[in-house]
């Protein structure tokens, strides 16, 4: 067996930075030597754009694989080729809400991605799912082919409330599933963090300058300590990760200095190390 | 608070953390069931040459942090000999089970009882399993291995089924007990169902809502099932007993000095401090049976009646009554109600035969 780990990043919020992390983290990865595929499972292709790439026709899309006679013939492109040859996408698009309800019809709905991956491995090092922003069939799929699940947040209520609800759904995905060994939750991102102008993010991070009562809900990090799973440092928000995405490039790229390329890192630092202790 | 939100985090997040924890449940039922066929496995295969083996000197008695504590506190003397002349004879026949500690050391999960003979009879080296467990994994091991072994004594049963319990379900273990037989008791007074349990227990805010599902009681059922027992009979025979046995008892137990049973006879005798250590050590000493035990306790309890009325019993009954009528003197509504004046009457009349049987003594 290949030493691969496979990674969905899930939220169950838009605009939270899945795609963002997807990117970055990955092109971090390949930075560090590794290769990677990202498989872009929203259909509002927001991982095409990200990687600076046009809308791939219908048919070289990963649509392609979610259908029962795939033939092991990934659609795969190339990614920033004039700055690295480790990193492969695999594009979705609008065509992903019609794989979505085909889905249904088959018999290993949830599994078809985890059956296609076992049969035509990848020689990929990690595989990131960049998930659709609210839970559909996609999203078992993703969850059923994946190792860990990385969930980035915007610490907003709205959010927070969201993510606790894919938590929930991820729980009993693996009881319903029967997912054997489970995938584990490798942590939150919080992501587009405003500590400045947004009193909900300063509570909700557990940064309030105000005094600590006893009446004060826990924060998400306290929530997670508890639940015993990881947070990640926060990414503060920042205009220039979006600039980067529009014009298609990892930010390491874009600005090597950008403080958020830390955070990437540290990320991208604890998927090796769950690699390296899987072998 | 500055800000107002209707719905604080630990709200949002419960539902997430039920499922969670139901999810665990199921994941340790199947790695304890995985770990059951590995540890039936490991006793019955001979050892091999395959077996790795260790320097006697690598390994220790498994350490955890506080709040968990080995289920196994005493090492037989002669279980330790019996044990020591059989490796003698065939050698060590099952390897033991350690995990690898950040100082070098081998810390045992498995086989204690083996290593200590080992030392005792100069073996350098032992065959192993290491295996990297988390704390709690290693507990529950422990605790699973030894329950299957089944030669823990009583209290040390109890105390490993309690603490697994509490593990699995992550609650304390002081507050196991109590949650044991609210469950007991609502099934053999009411015969209610599971899902009636939960519903009366989530009602009981302060304590168990958030412990338990119904997945958690029936993991609960399947943890004694495992063990040949049930959670009412554990409730009724052992908990009870075990929460009002007194320390000296308990340790007795557990220092394999006395049976359960015979502890237990001696604990519902209601004897005073004193009277009890008397006859824990007698019985400890001349090995006495429970059939002799019980005599004791009649002869002893026989006596200490004896005593009593020797000891000015008069004065004590004239105390009771006096107090009794102190009471009552003042307190009006007793002489005003009609349904006490037969009563009234009644003592009235037997103050006068007493008197008058008085007005008789020389």
């Keep these: 067996m290949p030493k691969q780990l496979r990674i969905a990043v899930m939220s169950n919020a838009g605009g939270s930075g899945k795609s963002t992390l997807t990117v970055n983290v990955g092109y971090e990865l390949a930075a560090q030597g590794y290769s990677v595929a990202l498989f872009g499972l929203d259909p509002n292709g927001s991982l095409t754009l990200f990687c600076g790439l046009p809308d791939p026709p219908v048919e070289d899309t990963l649509n392609r694989v979610f259908q029962k006679d795939f033939d092991g013939n990934w659609p795969l492109f190339n990614c920033w080729s004039e700055k690295t040859s480790r990193v492969q996408v695999c594009l979705g698009g609008l065509i992903m809400t019609e794989a979505a309800q085909r889905l249904v019809l088959l018999d290993r709905k949830a599994y078809i991605l985890a059956d296609h991956l076992e049969d035509y491995p990848l020689p990929h090092d990690f595989i990131l799912f960049d998930c659709p922003g609210t839970i559909d069939m996609l999203h078992s799929a993703a969850l059923t082919a994946s190792n860990y699940v990385l969930i980035p947040i915007q610490p ?77 440092s926060l990414i503060k928000d920042s205009a220039e990760i979006g600039n980067a995405a529009s014009i298609g490039l990892p930010l390491k790229s874009y600005r090597p200095a950008h403080a958020a390329n830390k955070n990437f890192k540290e990320i991208a630092r604890v998927i090796q190390k769950k690699l390296s202790s899987q072998s | 608070m500055a800000r107002h939100s209707s719905r604080p985090v630990s709200t949002m997040f419960a539902a997430a953390q039920t499922s969670q924890l139901e999810t665990q449940i199921v994941q340790k039922d199947e790695e304890i069931n995985a770990l059951k066929s590995q540890l039936v496995a490991l006793a019955n295969t001979p050892i091999s040459s395959s077996v790795q083996r260790y320097l006697t000197a690598d390994f220790i008695a498994l350490r955890l942090p506080d709040g968990l504590t080995q289920p196994r506190k005493y090492f037989d003397r002669l279980a330790l000999d019996k044990l020591k002349t059989s490796i003698q004879k065939v050698g060590i026949q099952e390897p033991l ?79 196991l007990p109590s949650i044991l037989f609210k469950i007991k008791n609502l099934r053999s007074r009411y015969r209610y169902t599971n899902t009636e349990i939960l519903a009366v227990m989530t009602e009981d805010k302060a304590e168990n809502s958030r412990i338990l599902s119904k997945e958690a009681i029936a993991d609960i059922d399947a ?13 009724a025979n052992r908990l009870t007993a075990l929460q009002k046995m007194p320390e000296s008892l308990l340790e007795a137990v557990r220092q394999g000095k006395v049976g359960f049973s015979k502890a237990d006879t001696i604990r519902k005798a209601g004897l005073s401090e004193q009277a009890l250590s008397l006859l824990l050590e007698e019985a400890v000493t001349a090995d006495l049976t429970k059939q002799e035990i019980r005599t004791k306790i009649q002869a002893l309890k026989a006596r200490s009646q004896l005593l009593e009325k020797a000891e000015e019993p008069e004065k004590q009954i004239r105390d009771r009554i006096h107090a009794s009528y102190q009471r009552l003197r003042t307190n009006q509504k007793v002489w005003e109600t009609p349904k006490l004046q037969k009563h009234l009457r009644q003592m009235e009349k037997l103050l006068q035969s007493i008197s008058e049987a008085a007005a008789q003594l020389p």
């Design chain 2, 223 to 235: 943890i004694f099932a495992e063990f040949s027992m049930t959670l009412e009979s554990f409730a």
């Design chain 2, 97 to 175: 089970l350690v995990r690898p500690a950040d100082d070098g050391k081998l810390e045992i999960i498995s086989g204690e009882r083996r290593w200590r003979s080992a030392m005792e009879l100069g073996l350098t080296q032992l065959p192993a399993l290491v295996k990297e467990l988390s704390d709690e994994e290693a507990l529950e091991i422990a605790l699973v291995a030894n329950l299957m072994r089944e030669d823990l004594n009583l209290v040390e049963e109890s105390d490993s089924i309690i603490a697994l319990i509490a593990l699995r379900l992550k609650i304390s273990r002081d507050r």
């Design chain 1, 156 to 232: 907003d209520d709205k959010d927070i409330d969201g993510a606790a609800k894919l938590l929930e759904w991820i729980f009993d995905s693996i009881r319903t599933l029967r997912l054997k060994p489970a995938p584990e939750i490798m942590g939150f991102v919080p992501n587009r963090v405003r500590l400045g102008d947004r009193a909900q993010h300063r509570d909700n991070m557990g940064l309030s300058n105000r005094e600590k009562t006893a009446q004060d809900p826990p924060s998400l990090p306290d929530m997670l300590a508890a639940m015993k799973i990881h947070c990640f």
